[in-house]
């Protein structure tokens, strides 16, 4: 399918309306570098190194242990793994053993991960060996199919004195026991052949990637994305990028080659950071530095900030809340962060004072997206020409991708320029569907003029230029650093305390995160409970972003004649009180 070109008169020079081909599995990204820049660094950890070729062996080793256990086509393996240089071979070599990627949020609770292996009939997990996150494993197992536990310790992918002392001094993390059967990664890699099995992949139909999303319900259901999926948005991205590589001369698409070096401080398991750092550079033999957690160091963020100064990224995507921590960071005038030469923004809108700040102090520019789990994500993006960019909007379609704002009743009728509307997408990003739930694809998928048009939910206008500017969400999802909250899951395991009668949650403005989640509770006649004693439940039970910062106990929460709780109400009440 071929895209118009998007009317307007800013449509940057010399970027092509369509990408070349991308028709191929996503392995080949890695293995096209592993071919020509054998020898260039891909991952960099902690100071540590390892090549492109590096990488392709080891994750030709690991399609090979894969089909030894019985991974076949089409079969879901997952990995629960924050960003440490294991996750690229894992996830390249699940691809190639012709299987699917689960990819599970390392901070995720017992039950949340138990529900996800369960939903996606996982057989296999890569976790990390750590005291929190093996744990949680052994205990998220219970009662799934998965036959096998792989565990994966980052001491032999440090440099050999930090390895050596961390021993020593006990710094490397690790469970205290690990369960009889369970594999440790290094002897699995090392005991299989780098000689992947001969799959047929149909890059256009096979899912590569499975993402777990809310939805409009809350109810977690999980985005089949396939390869050409991920491949187009990486194509696309780097036909619309342009940048300034020297001083002085006319912006141009992202170098190859190695030239470029990509920060990964979004994490993997979610598609921003797989696309936009991992894939990226991984399909342009460009370096990737390890970022596990951006809030590490005294005072938080200060260890990615020395990550910059060190390894001197070019290209770093991030989610809003990333920025404002950079430039409110008491020691900001103590590094050096020149070397960032474009920043690209997602998953919450970008406060313009935040991005001038940020701007100011590091040189950079902040080049403002939009896109969703089930688009891999990138659908719009802001120009990489600061002089064509506009601030507060979501920018152009992506070469390739047909847009359209549609009435909010049935998402049938296109709307005329200034009318907001929901916002539809048409492209080669657009995830196959939701995993085994018919039903929602009937809600968000729609036939417009021959083509398939995926609703995103979001409340969008085109202004006179031709920019696109979301105006509002239809959904209730709450956005915490750029993190997807749904009321309905949250909801779900509050109710499950045996003192609630009627919850509701819902999003209210916050300076440091965008949102924040707010918890209204009524409790069961003549119970009593304490807020710091429902905090607590909720830290035992549900991941660190989705926790209510605030809590309030009602009398009465607001209700529809139906018996609907009315979010809305408390959210309006929030915001004009």
């Excluded at 118009?4 to 800013?10: D, G, L």
């Excluded at 001038?356 to 403002?368: A, D, L, V, Y």
């Amino acid at each position: 399918m071929n895209a118009p070109t998007w009317e307007t008169p800013f449509w940057p020079k010399g970027v092509a309306t369509n990408v070349p081909d991308y028709n191929f599995p996503l392995f080949k990204l890695l293995d096209d570098s592993a071919k020509l820049t054998p020898d260039n660094v891909f991952t960099i950890f902690n100071g540590a190194t390892r090549t492109f070729a590096q990488v392709k062996d080891t994750a030709d080793r690991i399609a090979n242990f894969l089909a030894r256990k019985g991974i076949k086509r089409g079969d879901k393996v997952a990995i629960f793994l924050p960003n440490i240089p294991q996750f690229p071979e894992i996830f390249f070599g699940i691809l190639k053993a012709g299987a699917c990627c689960v990819n599970c949020n390392p901070v995720y609770t017992a039950s949340e991960l138990n529900h996800q292996l369960n939903d996606s009939e996982s057989k296999m997990v890569f976790c990390m060996d750590h005291p929190e996150f093996y744990p949680n494993t052994v205990q998220a197992i219970k009662g799934t199919g998965v036959e096998t536990v792989v565990v994966c310790n980052i001491k032999s992918y440090l440099p050999k004195v930090k390895a050596f002392l961390g021993s020593v001094l006990g710094k490397i993390p690790k469970a205290d026991h690990h369960e009889p059967g369970h594999l440790m990664y290094d002897d699995m890699v090392a005991s299989s052949s780098p000689n992947p099995p001969q799959i047929a992949v149909d890059p256009a139909k096979d899912t590569a990637v499975m993402l777990y999303t809310g939805g409009t319900t809350g109810v977690p259901k999980g985005a089949e994305l396939v390869h050409t999926n991920f491949t187009y948005d990486v194509a696309a991205l780097e036909t619309y990028g342009r940048f300034v590589h020297e001083p002085g001369k006319p912006p141009e698409s992202p170098r190859r080659g190695g030239f470029h070096t990509y920060l990964g401080v979004l994490p993997w398991y979610h598609s921003f950071g797989i696309t936009v750092a991992m894939l990226a550079a991984a399909g342009s033999s460009s370096k990737l530095v390890c970022i596990p957690d951006p809030r590490a160091g005294n005072p938080p963020f200060s260890e990615v900030l020395k990550a910059v100064q060190k390894y001197k990224p070019t290209l770093m995507p991030a989610v809003p809340t990333i920025f404002v921590a950079f430039t409110n960071h008491k020691d900001i005038d103590k590094y050096d962060l020149s070397s960032l030469m474009g920043c690209f923004s997602g998953g919450a809108p970008m406060p313009p004072e935040v991005c001038r700040q940020f701007e100011e102090k590091t040189g950079s520019t902040i080049f403002e997206g939009y896109g969703l789990t089930e688009t891999s994500p990138v659908v719009t993006a802001n120009p990489t020409d600061s002089e064509l960019r506009k601030i507060g909007s979501i920018g152009f379609p992506m070469p390739g991708t047909h847009v359209k704002i549609l009435d909010l009743e049935t998402g049938l009728t296109e709307l005329a320029k200034g009318e907001d509307g929901e916002l539809a997408v048409c492209g080669p990003q657009v995830m196959k569907g939701y995993w085994k739930r018919p039903d929602a694809n009937d809600e968000v998928f729609r036939e417009l003029d021959g083509n398939r048009y995926f609703l995103t939910g979001d409340i969008a206008h085109i202004d006179e230029d031709g920019y696109i500017l979301i105006t509002d969400r239809k959904k209730d999802m709450i956005i915490v650093g750029g993190f997807n909250v749904y009321p309905r899951d949250v909801e779900d395991i509050l109710y499950t305390h045996p003192k609630v009668e009627l919850v509701a949650v819902v999003g209210i403005p916050d300076d440091r995160s965008g949102e924040s989640v707010k918890a209204f509770i009524k409790l069961k006649p003549g119970q009593t409970v304490t807020k710091e004693e429902m905090k607590q439940f909720c830290k035992e039970n549900m991941a660190g972003y989705k926790r209510p910062r605030q809590i309030e106990f009602r009398d009465e929460i607001p209700v529809s004649n139906v018996g609907k709780v009315l979010r809305r109400v408390l959210r309006d009440e929030e915001v004009t009180a």
